[in-house]
């Protein structure tokens, strides 16, 4: 039996896109690699140890090039699309630096619109995560530290704190307490 013919670089972009949205750096580096994977497999079937053929990297860059060009053209890869993506993806369970540090990996970078929707919403979605995950306040003063989170180093525990305070009011017990000015007092009874 024959192996089969690999897909052209075209095609493959496409089926990665299928599954779901790409950066174009991403992208771009799987296709150099493929084609890198491809070349290093011609070498040692015409008998070079060392893998290389007569193509250089630049001509693979510029092939890789061609096709995301393409494939930009024709509406099929975009930035945006991907950081929209990733963004919804990621907020209901991740905070604004670690959604703008994934995005960086990719080679993206949230536009200041997005970057403003994404901090307004902040803190809605922190009091959502709370509600998921504990309900109501514990009732003891153990049980209250326990569902404050602080894994901040000590020169950030402070905001760190003051944030975990207001999450915790978002329960309907705890928001009267916190009111009166009682939630710290009521934290370390």
């Known amino acids: 039996m024959a192996p089969a013919r690999p897909a052209s670089l075209k095609v493959r972009a496409l089926q990665w896109l299928a599954q ?9 580096d799987k296709l ?16 070079h140890d060392d893998g290389c053929t007569d193509i250089s990297v630049a001509s ?8 995301l060009t393409w494939l930009e053209q024709h ?3 975009s930035d945006q699309r991907f950081t929209e993506s990733r963004v919804h993806a990621r907020q209901a369970r991740y905070g604004n630096r670690r959604i703008q540090q994934e995005l960086r990996q990719h080679g993206v970078a949230l536009d200041a619109e997005a970057q403003q929707a994404l901090a307004a919403s902040e803190f809605s ?12 306040p514990a009732d003891d003063a153990a049980g209250r ?4 989170p602080v894994r901040q180093p000590p020169r950030t525990a402070g905001a760190v704190q003051a944030k975990a305070f207001r999450i ?13 000015g009682t939630l710290r007092s009521r934290l370390r009874k």
């Open 20 to 28: 779901r949205e790409h950066s174009r750096s991403e992208l771009q």
């Open 32 to 47: 150099l690699r493929l084609l890198q994977r491809g070349q290093r497999m011609a070498g040692e079937a015409e008998g």
């Open 60 to 67: 693979l860059r510029a092939e890789v090039e061609a096709v």
């Open 75 to 77: 509406g099929h890869l």
């Open 125 to 136: 979605r922190a009091c959502a995560l709370w509600q998921r995950k504990y309900g109501q």
């Open 145 to 148: 530290l326990r569902q404050i």
């Open 168 to 180: 915790l009011s978002c329960s309907s017990g705890v928001a009267a307490a916190t009111s009166s």
